[in-house]
């Protein structure tokens, strides 16, 4: 079976509405309080300021402890996409993933800000960062 030529114009700038910037960071030898790592409770209220203090806007939180001296895993979304972090306190690591995209305004600033802050908090000694525009 063939496909059906579609005889509208396409072009790539009408296909890139939402622009945006993904922020993404794993993090090694993080020195922080310990509540971050294994506490989900904490980790949600602490990211949830964060995301509020930066600018952008909640709409949900789902954040997952597994158990004691286990990590956490979490997620905000945000009206503007979403923040999502793991953590393995046994080994000192998170994985941390900023999205924001620019439908309405231009975010950068303030997904930038959000990144920085939550990379100070868990303090690491390597960190391995990532910068993607995206379409």
């Known amino acids: 079976m063939t496909r059906p030529q579609s005889t509208a114009p396409h ?10 910037l ?3 960071g794993d993090l090694y030898g993080c020195l922080c309080d ?3 790592m ?6 949600q ?3 949830k300021e ?9 709409v949900g939180a789902l954040f997952h402890g597994f158990g004691e001296g286990g990590g956490v895993t979490g997620v905000v979304v945000l009206a ?20 924001v ?10 997904a930038e800000r959000l990144f920085g802050e939550l990379l100070a908090a868990f303090n690491p000694s390597d960190s391995h960062l990532h910068h993607v525009d995206r379409a």
């Open 11 to 20: 072009t790539l700038a009408a296909t890139r509405v939402a622009t945006g």
């Open 22 to 24: 993904h922020l993404i």
């Open 34 to 36: 310990s509540r971050l």
């Open 38 to 43: 294994q506490d989900a409770t904490h980790l």
């Open 45 to 47: 209220a602490f990211c």
């Open 50 to 58: 964060r995301v509020a203090a930066a600018g952008l806007t909640s």
């Open 80 to 99: 503007e996409s979403h923040l999502s972090i793991h953590t393995w306190p046994e080994s000192g690591c998170v994985t941390l993933d900023v999205y």
């Open 101 to 110: 995209c620019n439908f309405t305004a231009n975010n950068r600033a303030k």
